[in-house]
C-alpha cells in the first residue's frame, strides 16, 4: 500500500501570508496527486488534480506543484477563507490520503 | 448542477448491517465512476470503495473488504453501499463521491454531503 505523508500537521498563519503544505508519498506516483480543501461539517472540496492542474473555479492563489514522490501545495496570499484542513490523495495504486493539514489563524 | 445525496446512515449495534444509497443528479450518471469515502469523527478522510461506471470493475480498501458491498443501478441514478458485520471502528461520515480522469489517473470531482453512521450498542 502507499502510505501518505503530510506535513506540518497543522500550522498558523495571517491573511496575505504564502503558505506551503508538503505531502510526501511512500513510493513514486508519477503526478497521480490530488489536493482537498474541507471545512468543518463540509464535504471535501477538489482544488487541484494531476499534481498542478487546477479544478475549474478554484481561485489562482491555490497552485501545486511535484512528481514522483514529493508534492507541494502553494497558497500565494491566504484568505479567510481559506482557513481549513486540507488533504492531498493519491491515485496512483488505489487511493489514499494524507492525515491532512489544518491551516489555523494566527 | 451535479449533486449528490447520501441517505440511509443511522445507529447500528455492532455486528448489524446498514444499506447507503446515494442518489445522482445534474450529470449522466451511467457515464461516471462513482467512489465511497469516510470520515470517522476528528479524522481524516479514508477511501473505501470504487465502482465503474457499467459495474464491471469494483475495488474496497483492506478494511473493509468482505463487509462492504458496493453496487449500482444506473437507471435509478443511484449507488449504494451495503454495509455488513459492523464495528466500532466504522463510526464516521460516509461520502459518495464521482470520479473525474486525467492523464494521471483518477480524481474526485464532486462529492455528497454525507450520511452519519454510528455503530454502537
Known amino acids: 500500500d502507499i502510505q501518505m505523508t503530510q506535513s506540518p500537521s497543522s500550522l498558523s498563519a495571517s491573511v496575505g501570508d504564502r503558505i506551503t503544505i508538503t505531502c510526501r508519498a511512500s513510493q513514486s506516483i508519477s503526478s497521480h496527486l490530488n489536493w482537498y480543501q474541507q471545512k468543518p461539517g463540509k464535504a471535501p472540496k477538489l482544488l487541484i488534480y494531476a499534481a498542478s492542474s487546477l479544478q475549474s473555479g478554484v481561485p489562482s492563489r491555490f497552485s501545486g506543484s511535484g512528481s514522483g514522490t514529493d508534492f507541494t501545495l502553494t497558497i500565494s496570499s491566504l484568505q479567510p477563507e481559506d482557513f481549513s484542513t486540507y488533504y492531498c490523495?493519491?491515485?496512483?495504486?488505489?487511493?489514499?490520503f494524507g492525515q491532512g493539514t489544518k491551516v489555523e489563524i494566527k | 448542477e451535479v449533486q449528490l445525496v447520501e441517505s440511509g446512515g443511522g445507529l447500528v449495534q455492532p455486528g448489524g448491517s446498514l444499506r447507503l444509497s446515494c442518489v445522482a443528479s445534474?450529470?449522466?450518471?451511467?457515464?461516471?465512476?462513482m467512489n465511497w469515502v469516510r470520515q470517522a469523527p476528528g479524522k481524516g478522510l479514508e477511501w473505501l470503495s470504487y465502482i465503474s461506471s457499467t459495474s464491471s470493475t469494483v475495488y474496497y480498501a483492506d478494511s473493509v473488504k468482505g463487509r462492504f458491498t458496493i453496487s449500482r443501478d444506473n437507471a435509478k441514478n443511484s449507488l449504494y453501499l451495503q454495509m455488513n458485520s459492523l464495528r466500532d471502528g466504522d463510526t464516521a461520515v460516509y461520502y459518495c463521491?464521482?470520479?473525474?480522469?486525467?492523464?494521471?489517473?483518477?480524481?474526485?470531482?464532486?462529492w455528497g454531503q454525507g450520511t452519519l453512521v454510528t455503530v454502537s450498542s
Open positions: 463521491a464521482r470520479a473525474a480522469h486525467s492523464g494521471y489517473g483518477y480524481y474526485f470531482e464532486f
Open positions: 490523495q493519491q491515485g496512483y495504486s488505489l487511493w489514499t
Open positions: 445534474g450529470f449522466t450518471f451511467s457515464s461516471y465512476s
